[in-house]
């Protein structure tokens, strides 16, 4: 089942909305249409900054649908995460009849305090194990309060259906605890762009990042600079991504990120409530940091 997909970058696109709260689909063909047309390896859909939590479940399958249809050369991941094993399971498999080549399932995170590695290994086990396409584990403790410890990874690297993880921790020496543990096929992705040349540096895959929805040929272009040895121009690339990635993760996160959208002739819609819309200070920092960086 494990295969060359998961390789490159990806970038977890955002969803749409209306003002009204509905998805935006015009706006998204909008969208699709100008990623499509970039050198990125694949989406992910309703990841965390497709506003996952916000979705409902028959939501994320429509938009599986739709964006398949639309974006049959790229690689398709659709997040499908659930607090338990079966309802995981059942959205997996509507997921591949939904046209996605994997899916990226967070762990379980309520009863956090029980979530022992031997509880998450089973959950993801089984859920590898029922799944009719690849299974790629997203490690996102800033938001789940679970971190899957390299030692947990590299044994659910082994299993069959278990092709890759995206991980968010922000912790450089994690990631590279996991790549020396692990064996190809397995693909790590570093889950922001802050990290995106150290990561490959060490032997990631690629990148799963928010930047690269709204910067994707630069994303795409500094990995290639770090296959062919350009490491200087890498790394002044890297650098200078920095800010606007803050600004349109950490600090402003996803209003952020859709007004930046905006900025740059994508159509990034409203955040569903309870998000709210960027303030006109944070507005004026964002556009002032696109600027500084030359996208303006």
């Not at 997203?138 to 971190?147: E, K, Q, S, V």
């Not at 630069?218 to 991504?241: P, V």
Request: proline share 5%.
């Amino acid at each position: 089942m494990k295969n060359e997909l998961f390789t490159g970058i990806f970038t977890p696109i955002v969803t749409p909305f209306t003002e009204e709260g509905a998805i935006d689909y015009s706006s998204m063909d909008h969208n699709l249409e100008r990623w499509g047309a970039t050198g990125l390896a694949g989406l992910v859909v309703a990841g965390s900054n497709g506003e996952a939590p916000y979705l409902e479940l028959e939501e994320r399958v429509s938009l599986a649908h739709h964006v398949a249809k639309r974006c049959r050369h790229k690689t398709m991941l659709l997040g499908t995460g659930c607090e338990s094993t079966a309802s995981t399971i059942a959205l997996n498999a509507r997921a591949a009849d939904a046209g996605a080549d994997g899916v990226l399932v967070l762990p379980p995170h309520y009863y956090k305090a029980t979530m022992s590695e031997e509880v998450l290994y089973q959950y993801f086990a089984e859920v590898a194990e029922a799944s009719p396409i690849p299974v790629l584990l997203y490690n996102l403790p800033g938001n789940t309060g679970i971190h899957l410890s390299a030692s947990l990874v590299q044994r659910l690297s082994t299993h069959e259906g278990i092709a890759g993880i995206k991980d968010t921790s922000g912790n450089i020496v994690h990631l590279a605890e996991m790549l020396s543990l692990i064996k190809a096929p397995f693909s790590v992705f570093a889950g922001n762009a802050s990290y995106l040349l150290p990561a490959l540096t060490l032997g990631a895959a690629g990148g799963t990042l928010a930047l690269a929805n709204i910067l994707p040929e630069d994303c795409c272009r500094l990995r290639q600079l770090q296959q062919e040895g350009r490491l200087q121009e890498a790394a002044d690339l890297q650098l200078t991504m920095l800010e606007i990635n803050r600004l349109v993760t950490a600090q402003y996160g996803i209003p952020g990120l859709k007004y930046a959208l905006g900025l740059l002739g994508y159509k990034g819609g409203a955040a569903r409530r309870p998000l709210l819309p960027l303030p006109q200070q944070a507005m004026d920092t964002v556009r002032a940091a696109l600027q500084d960086y030359g996208a303006l």
